[in-house]
């Protein structure tokens, strides 16, 4: 019997092409899952950046109930606002111990010294919300001898919240507020 010698090349070629093809076939990477799993998991950011976030969400307000205003402001701590969701757990009474003076209601001419000295024990960097008309700008009482028309007039004021009185939820737009302008001072400003 003849052998055909063509056929014979002609069906190694052929084996050889199948298996070069399946051998070049890229190898799957068993690691493959890895690279979606860090992009969930890790997050970038700088020293500076999560220092200034601890600090924003980390304020210790200072108990400054002067009028009617005060119980909008313990209303916001108690449980339907929950203020220690910002971060501000305990309100201090002691001015050593507090870096955010929260002034709710009408500030007297007599009281006046009382608040600077209150603010001036109070630790660097702090900051002050006049919360309420009488606070913000002396409210109905503008015009009376005794009222200060605006607490700005005896200590620096951050945020000032409108309203006779505020609501809980104003109280917390302005501590908002006073979040994102502790963001902005960045701790690399102090170096
Ligand atoms: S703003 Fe209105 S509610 Fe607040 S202390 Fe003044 S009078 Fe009272």
């Given at each position: 019997m003849e052998i055909d010698r063509y056929k014979i090349d002609l069906a190694e070629t052929e084996r050889i092409e199948k298996l070069m093809k399946k051998s070049q076939r890229p190898i799957p990477d068993p690691d493959d899952w890895l690279e979606e799993e860090l992009k969930r998991n890790i997050l970038l950011t700088t020293v500076d950046y999560v220092a200034d976030w601890a600090r924003s969400r980390s304020t210790f307000p200072l108990m400054f109930g002067l009028a009617c205003c005060a119980f909008e402001m313990i209303g916001t701590a108690a449980?339907?606002?929950?203020?220690?969701?910002?971060?501000?757990?305990i309100f201090r009474w002691s001015p050593r111990q507090?870096?955010?003076?929260?002034?709710a209601g009408t500030l007297t001419w007599k009281m006046a010294p009382a608040v600077r000295m209150i603010y001036d024990q109070m630790p660097e960097p702090k900051w002050v919300i006049a919360m309420g008309a009488c606070a913000v700008s002396g409210g109905t009482f503008r015009e009376s001898y005794s009222v200060v028309p605006g607490i700005n007039r005896i200590v620096p004021v951050d945020v000032y919240i409108p309203g006779c009185p505020p609501r809980p939820e104003g109280l917390i737009y302005g501590i908002n507020k006073i979040q994102q302008k502790i963001l902005k001072d960045s701790i690399k400003n102090y170096q």
């Open positions: 449980s339907r606002f929950d203020v220690t969701r910002y971060g501000m757990d507090a870096d955010l003076m929260i002034c």
